[in-house]
């Protein structure tokens, strides 16, 4: 209709000059009815994409150091305050903060010090003290392992009803003083810590990295001969496995009980488990430079963008930058996009990947998308 309006006018018109107006004018008129219908195609696909933010989930677990013994009155600063920006599930969803009148673990410290580092970020805990790992922690019959399973799943289902999609980052395990009690050996521990460390991998992801905390040489409450054997044991374990990270206990302060870190102790656990984890994002963090020209930008997003949804990547996409280190999970879509948009504009190496806050990474997403549209 606008066009044959536009060509009964154009007839009548004989100064060369109106013509010329009135061809201009008919393009801008199309150029804004194209702009328009774009635009509301986009905003019509834009439902069909996740709006949940990635969010790194740490799993604790362990007997009574994972669970904690130090007391809540020595904590000072941000420590003794509600972190929201630590999302903490022991049973039910909310901000990590100590309780009042009780103890707490080397959540606390880990979730604050890694937070500074990844913005928000979650901690699934279950741990129960006096437990054994070759008994109560035992994978497919301990009472202890399979209902840790199920805390995990809860926590990961809240997360995912909370507007996030989690990804379970690295698992984190304080227990051995039980079976230094009962006198487990070196053989026997190192086997059953084995076991474990396979169970878990198996469960949520293959050389999911494992941070172990060893026995401290100062827990002088157990036997002597049972506690090098077990301190022995969780040594070898790592030394031999690479997806295995060894903590240093020694020199960590205990409570006069000579077997549970106190308030300092723990706080010292705690940041130890963080410089841990930091040390794996810094060595596996993604750069998503896909195209390896030596800068994120529109290139890497056009990899993504061009092939969203395929399950191989595109010739001349570069593997050793994906998230994970070059983990390609089967599918190019989110994960990917993220490596570009959170590296947007770095020219360097790799850096710890930061998770945004819910939205964040998807709205910048569709900005930059809709930045070019709007430049037609």
């Not at 008129?29 to 969010?55: C, G, Q």
């Not at 050996?185 to 169970?199: C, E, N, R």
Request: net charge negative.
């Amino acid at each position: 209709m606008v066009f044959e309006r536009f060509m009964v006018n154009l007839i009548h018109v004989k100064s060369p000059v109106v013509r010329v107006r009135f061809t201009v004018n008919l393009l801008i008129s199309l150029r804004e009815v194209m702009k328009s219908l774009v635009l509301l195609i986009f905003f019509t696909m834009v439902p069909a994409f996740s709006w949940a933010a990635p969010i790194s989930v740490y799993l604790l677990a362990g007997q009574s150091n994972a669970d904690g013994r130090a007391e809540n009155d020595g904590l000072q600063g941000a420590l003794a305050m509600a972190q929201h920006d630590v999302l903490l599930y022991d049973g039910s969803l909310r901000p990590l903060a100590p309780d009042s009148g009780r103890d707490f673990g080397p959540e606390v410290s880990f979730g604050r010090k890694l937070a500074d580092a990844e913005q928000t970020i979650a901690v699934i805990k279950y741990a129960a003290g006096g437990t054994s790992l070759y008994n109560d922690w035992k994978p497919g019959t301990g009472t202890h392992y399979t209902t840790f399973t199920q805390v995990v799943a809860n926590g990961l289902q809240a997360l995912a009803a909370g507007g996030y999609t989690p990804k379970i980052s690295g698992f984190l395990w304080v227990q051995g003083e039980r079976d230094a009690r009962d006198g487990r050996s070196t053989a026997q521990y190192m086997s059953d810590l084995q076991g474990f460390v396979q169970a878990i991998q198996t469960a949520y992801g293959p050389d999911l990295p494992f941070h172990l905390s060893r026995l401290s040489s100062g827990q002088i409450n157990l036997p002597a001969a049972s506690l090098q054997a077990v301190r022995n044991a969780q040594f070898n374990v790592s030394a031999s496995d690479p997806s295995v990270f060894l903590i240093n206990t020694d020199g960590m302060s205990l409570k006069d009980d000579n077997l549970h870190f106190d308030t300092p102790g723990q706080i010292a656990l705690g940041e130890a488990f963080a410089d841990s984890v930091l040390s794996v994002l810094v060595a596996d963090a993604a750069d998503g430079d896909y195209n390896a020209d030596g800068l994120v930008g529109q290139g890497d997003l056009n990899l993504v963008l061009l092939n969203w949804g395929s399950a191989s990547l595109p010739p001349g996409f570069d593997e050793s930058s994906l998230p994970g280190n070059g983990s390609f999970d089967g599918t190019l879509g989110q994960d990917e996009l993220d490596g570009v948009l959170l590296n947007w504009g770095n020219s360097g190496t790799s850096f710890i990947r930061v998770v945004p806050e819910p939205g964040t990474v998807t709205l910048f997403g569709f900005a930059v998308i809709l930045g070019c549209i709007l430049r037609l």
